[in-house]
């Protein structure tokens, strides 16, 4: 728990920059998957593949978003 309302505020800017960060990351993710498949096999399965991870790294970029923002949350109740 920060100290002093300086380190409160670096904090705050912190969570801030994070929270946009992740937002931007979700986008581009989000981006990624409405692309459509390859016509050919090989490479459908490689970019299903592909999804599969990019899924995994939106869902744990979407749960670190939420906790970002409960603490932003905390933030503001002060």
Known sequence: MPNTKHESE??????LTQRDELRERLQRIEKDLRQPLDADSQERAIQLENREVL?????????DLARVEQRLAAFAKR
Not at 55 to 61: C, F, L, Q, W
């Open 10 to 15: 670096e904090e705050r800017a912190r969570l």
């Open 55 to 63: 899924e995994g790294i939106a869902r744990a970029a979407a749960e």
